[in-house]
Each structure stands twice: as C-alpha cells, then as structure tokens.
C-alpha cells in the first residue's frame, strides 16, 4: 500500500458502513411514517450515522490490499461503531435507557437475540421492523454486504472478508471476491423471501412474516411478540424449523445444491453430523417431554427447540424453563454445538467438534503407533495443523471468556443457573437462557455491570473471539514499529558487512 495511503483503508471501511447505515435508517424513517409511527428516532439516527461516516469516508482511501492488522482493525471498528450509533431508536423510540439500549442494538446486529426489554407494548412497530433488519444484516455480516454492494471493498477487502468469515474454513463459492459476496447476499435475499412467503401462508400477517423472516433466516431470534413462537401454531412452527435448519448450513454448500449439485449435501461430512446431533437431541428431548405435552406436540416442541438452540436462532416455541431438568440440560449442552462454518448460525460450530474429534482418534491410535505419519482427515478434506492450533486457541479463549463473564455475573449477585447461562447464550450468540434470562424473561433482570460484560460477549462471540482478544496483546501493539525498523537494522548489517 502507497505511504500515503496506510492507515486509511479502515476509516473508508468505517466510513462506508456508516453511509449505508444511514440509507437505511432515512428508509425506515419513511417506513414509520407511512404505517403511522414517529419517523424521528431513525432521522436523527440517520444525521448522526451520515454526519460521522462522510467526512471518515472521505478521510480512507480502497486503494490496495490492506494488511491483516488494518483489516481486523476495520472489522472490530464497524463492529463496534454501527451498534453504538444504533443506541438512539431505541432510546429515543422506545424510551430505554443508554446501556439497554446498547445491549438491544448489539444483540441485534451480532444476530443474538437476547433482549432488554422489559415492556414490549411501549415499542413502536417500525422500530420491532428496524430491530429485526439490524438481525438480518448481522446474520450475513456487515462486510459480506459491503463487498457484494461496494466494488471498491471488493478490490481491497479480502482481508476483511476473511476477518469476518465465521468459522474454520476457507471454502469460497466462486474465485472472485465481490462475485463470493454477491452469491451469499443472493442466496440470503431469496432464502429470506422464501421464508416470508411461508410464514404468510402459514398463517401469520404480513408484517410479522417480514419480520420473523429476517430473523430466521439470520438465525438470530428476536421476535416482535413477547413470547416468541408460542403465539403461533404448529404451521408456523414446522415453518421456522425448515428455514432455521437451512440458515445453519455452509452457505457456499447451500449454493452449490441450489445450483445442481444437491449431492454435495449429502457427501459433506458437517451436514451429516449436524442432522445425527438434531435427531439424536430431538430425540432425547422428545423422551423427556413424554407427559409434558401430548402426541405430536412432543415432536414439534422438542425439534423446534432443539433446532432453535442447535442453530443459535434462539426462538421459543415454550417456555422451556419451566421444562423438566433433563430437557434444559439438553437444551444447555446444545448452546455448545452451533451451526456449520460458514453459515449464519453462531456457536463454536459442528466442524470445530469434527476436527476435535478426528484429533483425539488420532492421538489414540499415536499412543500404539508412535512414530506412524498420521493425517488429521476429515471426510475427504485433511486439515493442516495450523487449523488445529487455531481452534485450540478459539476454544481456550472462548471457555475462559465464557467462565469469567458466569463468574462475575455471579459475583454481582446473579445465581448461578442464570449467570452461567446467560454467559454461554451471549458469547454463543444464542440469544435467550435459562432462569431470569429464559425465553420468556429479559436480560433487564441482570445488573447493569452484567450486562455491560454481555455486550462484550455479544461482540467477541460473532467475531469468534480471536479476533478480539488479539486486542489485549502486548505484541500486537509493537509489531508495526518492528516492522518498520526491521528494514533498517538489515540495511545497517550489510553496510556494515560490505566496510
């Protein structure tokens, strides 16, 4: 990158998102204005999103491929700037406070679906409507739809892409950057209006079919009713089911069977152990229902819940925390599991647990065979070791991320059934727990300074905590000077070689 120009690739990439942010809201605007609501909450947000992100546009420059530090440095920024600009619908549509807000905007656009509100009747329709869309956006990623929308991204903004990419893998759709974007953002727009149109003739009206769309195919779960899917019935249920489970498949897969491969399904080795986990989990809750509901209500309870919590949606068909224990223990270990890689849905992801598996049958058969060669495979993919150190630092700082927000939350008062789920919900973008922050409770419950500590579990879950935590690294704030001294000290040896 020119000399002139480092440094400046973040701010155009900030700077976008915020002007997008800002078209958006001015849509809304007028979107509240003709169903009758105040159009004031997302003017002023849009003034203050366009009033910030054109002079920092202005500032950035596309120009080359930027460098891995300015790349994450552009993701963490967007993820951050965009939900706290998104504090003010909230708090000036439905009067919450600052940090309930912030919670709510950050749920939102990191596609979790925990909630802090308390009165959902004092919330306006369009700001239910712009609640959903921030999940929408979320669930693909900001960059994904910056780069399919922005060609200037697309020169300059694979790094960023992969910074944002969810999960272990480096499939791609197609061989260009901007053509891979315009393909999920395809995939995503036409699953979202499939799903729209399903609810509708399943029975819901068109505005909450909209808006539950948005939410499902980002498998992300805010609902504009209070007590989620128990106001529907079994249509609908069996509905949010069928697009939860594709909205957790590998989008790149997803295209391929859309586009003639549909055997690729069935060969890819994620898919079939996410489809045994539902069956084998359904199951079990099915078991444990068995007198709690009767006849095909077990069935479609126990699925949709399964489903819900597997995918990280976080719908409620019921109120499951007033299920036996052996059901929300269930429920509790598949807060653990996620989605696929590549996909909406949150989680540490099935192919993490694949690859972990693979390596421990490897270990064990190194333990009779010490100096065997011994691949780590997959299916038929063989997974470099650098994936297997990458995940074992993903797990290590998401475990302690996750048994140090349940302990704190604790230590302010929180009992442990809540604190502890409450930590594995945000920080696996699930959405609700179990105890006051079950499906039927808001986060409001919690502390403030819990829930400050949620928001970054929000934060750091959807951008698979890494990322994150490269933050709080003392090298990472020495390496530029480093860099730029190396150079130097090399030029110094050779003359000093040379004389």
Same mark, same amino acid.
């Given at each position: ?6 440094g400046r ?5 900030i700077g976008t998102?915020l002007?997008?942010l800002?078209?958006a809201?001015?849509a ?5 204005a003709?169903i009758?609501?105040?159009p004031?909450?997302?003017?002023v947000t849009?003034?203050?999103?366009g ?6 546009r202005?500032y ?5 491929e930027?460098?891995r530090?300015?790349?994450l440095?552009?993701?963490l ?6 939900p706290?600009v998104?504090?003010v619908?909230y708090v ?5 406070t ?12 990191t596609?979790?679906?925990?909630t802090a $509100?308390g ?8 700001l239910?409507m712009?609640r959903?869309?921030?999940q929408?956006?979320g669930?693909?990623? $900001? ?6 929308v922005?060609?200037q ?12 990419l969810p999960?272990?893998?480096?499939e ?5 950057l ?12 036409g699953l979202?209006?499939?799903?729209a149109?399903?609810y509708?003739?399943a ?6 079919a909209v808006?539950?769309a948005?939410?499902?195919v980002?498998?992300?779960g ?10 529907y ?5 069996w509905?949010?089911?069928?697009f ?5 498949v590998?989008?790149?897969l997803?295209?391929?069977?859309f586009m003639g ?7 890819d ?9 539902v ?12 007198g709690?509901?009767?006849g095909a209500?077990?069935?479609?309870h126990?699925?949709?819940q399964? $489903?819900s919590i597997?995918?990280?949606?976080g719908y ?12 929300r223990?269930?429920?509790l270990?598949l ?10 849905a949150?989680?540490i ?14 270990e064990v058969?190194?333990a ?10 997959v299916g038929?993919?063989t997974?470099?070791?650098e994936?297997?150190?990458? $995940?074992?630092a993903?797990?290590m700082?998401?475990g ?10 604790v230590?302010?008062g929180?009992?442990?059934l ?5 930590a ?13 922050v079950?499906?039927?409770?808001s986060y409001?419950a919690?502390p403030a300074?819990?829930r400050a500590v ?24 020495r ?14 040896a ?6």
């Amino acid at each position: 990158m020119p000399r002139g120009n480092r440094g400046r690739f973040a701010p155009f990439v900030i700077g976008t998102g915020l002007l997008a942010l800002t078209a958006a809201l001015l849509a809304f605007a007028l979107y509240a204005a003709i169903i009758g609501d105040p159009p004031g909450p997302f003017l002023v947000t849009g003034l203050l999103a366009g009033t910030l992100g054109l002079p920092t546009r202005l500032y950035g420059r596309s120009g080359q491929e930027p460098s891995r530090r300015e790349a994450l440095i552009g993701v963490l920024l967007l993820w951050s700037l965009i939900p706290a600009v998104g504090i003010v619908p909230y708090v000036l549509g439905a009067g919450m406070t600052p940090l309930n807000a912030f919670f709510e905007s950050m749920s939102g656009f990191t596609a979790t679906g925990a909630t802090a $509100i308390g009165d959902f009747d004092a919330v306006p329709a369009a700001l239910f409507m712009w609640r959903a869309f921030t999940q929408w956006i979320g669930g693909i990623g $900001i960059v994904v739809v910056f780069v399919a929308v922005f060609p200037q991204l697309a020169i300059a903004g694979r790094q960023i892409f992969n910074a944002e990419l969810p999960g272990p893998t480096e499939e791609r759709i197609t061989p260009r950057l901007r053509t891979t974007a315009l393909a999920v953002l395809s995939l995503y727009v036409g699953l979202s209006a499939a799903c729209a149109f399903a609810y509708v003739l399943a029975g819901m009206d068109p505005y909450a079919a909209v808006a539950h769309a948005f939410t499902t195919v980002a498998a992300a779960g805010f609902s504009p009713e209070a007590r989620s899917f128990e106001a529907y019935g079994a249509a609908v249920d069996w509905v949010a089911i069928t697009f939860m489970s594709l909205a957790a498949v590998n989008f790149a897969l997803l295209f391929r069977a859309f586009m003639g491969r549909p055997r690729d399904l069935a060969r890819d080795p994620e898919l079939r152990a996410y489809v045994v986990i539902v069956l084998i989990a359904g199951s079990l809750l099915s078991f444990h229902l068995i007198g709690t509901y009767e006849g095909a209500e077990v069935l479609r309870h126990s699925f949709f819940q399964t $489903i819900s919590i597997l995918t990280t949606t976080g719908y409620a068909s019921a109120d499951f925390d007033a299920w036996p224990d052996a059901a929300r223990a269930t429920l509790l270990l598949l807060m653990f599991v996620g989605g696929s890689a590549g996909s909406a849905a949150g989680g540490i992801k099935v192919m993490r647990w694949l690859i972990l598996g693979a390596h421990t049958v490897r270990e064990v058969r190194r333990a009779l065979h010490p100096r065997a060669i011994l691949p780590l495979n997959v299916g038929l993919r063989t997974i470099p070791e650098e994936v297997l150190r990458a $995940i074992g630092a993903f797990l290590m700082l998401y475990g302690a991320l996750l048994v140090g927000s349940a302990t704190l939350l604790v230590y302010l008062g929180t009992d442990f059934l809540t604190a502890f789920s409450a930590a594995a919900a945000t920080v696996g973008n699930v959405g609700p727990g179990l105890g006051a922050v079950g499906p039927m409770g808001s986060y409001d419950a919690l502390p403030a300074a819990g829930r400050a500590v949620l928001i970054f579990n929000m934060f750091a879950g959807r951008l698979e905590v890494v990322s994150v935590f490269v933050l709080f690294t003392f090298r990472w704030w020495r390496l530029p000077r480093r860099l730029e001294r190396g150079p130097r000290r090399e030029a110094r040896a050779s003359r000093r070689q040379r004389s």
